[in-house]
């Protein structure tokens, strides 16, 4: 049974002007453990489509089951992170961690022990305390990934994660949250608008269409130059089959057709 399964979704929206179709006839499967990424032209519905796989919009038609079960609200089994951070600027990091966990109503005691030791593993240690004004953007992102995670969700929507980093930060950043969502055996469903990072973390690349948003392709993403195991995103961008892909990809996007 899949961990993700959307039967011919689509969404229709009202302007002043008219009724705009956002998504239309999207069916997709994602397993249990997956890590796939989602890709397509500025205003295809991306997004969109996480949000409807979070139950926080409704779709016009079709269903979206987690396990088998409809998706008819917000689940804790669903982590979300958004393109920015999100952080409350008056909590410290520490807190800020331990929100989902409060909203859930989950044990105090477990989770801000649960908390600490994300924090810890991703680098924050010395920063429990520190508010986010006093920490980098990727220090940042790591904080909201150790929020994400805090609740033990387990599937997770990453909206363009790293969009507003740097291109030195986004690179080490990958490699650190791939590895850590991997090790955590999650659902991962990422949307982005760079080829580079869908291909080279991914593996399975969902291609778009401008709107209303289809899925026009799908690509498994396998890198057999390496050797058995997986690379890391940043290994990955070195190996021969990444430009391929990369390239594949690449003209199948409606990038200068885009409305």
Not at 191 to 203: K, L, R, Y
Request: aromatic share 8%.
């Amino acid at each position: 049974m899949p961990a993700v399964s959307l039967q011919d979704v689509s969404l229709n929206y009202f302007t002043p002007e008219r009724e705009i179709l956002a998504l239309s006839n999207i069916s997709l499967d994602v397993k249990e453990g997956e890590f796939i990424a989602i890709v397509g032209s500025s205003g295809c519905g991306k997004s969109t489509l996480l949000s409807l796989i979070s139950g926080l919009l409704p779709p016009s038609r079709g269903s979206i089951l987690l396990e088998g079960k409809p998706v008819t609200a917000p689940s804790p089994r669903v982590g979300y992170m958004f393109q920015k951070d999100t952080l409350l600027e008056w909590r410290n990091v520490l807190q800020n961690v331990l929100i989902g966990a409060e909203f859930l109503g989950l044990d105090k005691v477990k989770y801000r022990k649960r908390a600490i030791d994300l924090i810890t593993r991703y680098g924050l240690g010395h920063f429990v305390n520190s508010l986010p004004s006093q920490l980098s953007g990727g220090m940042r992102q790591r904080a909201a990934l150790a929020r994400t995670l805090c609740p033990e969700p387990d599937i997770l929507l990453l909206d363009e994660p790293f969009s507003a980093l740097d291109y030195q930060t986004r690179l080490a950043l990958s490699d650190e949250i791939a590895a850590i969502l991997r090790a955590e055996g999650k659902t991962v469903i990422l949307v982005t608008h760079d080829i580079g990072e869908a291909v080279s973390m991914a593996s399975r690349v969902v291609v778009m269409s401008r709107r209303p948003g289809r899925i026009k392709s799908e690509h498994r993403i396998e890198y057999p130059s390496f050797g058995s195991s997986r690379p890391t995103p940043f290994q990955a961008r070195r190996c021969s089959e990444f430009n391929e892909y990369f390239q594949a990809i690449w003209d199948e996007l409606d990038v200068y057709n885009a409305q």
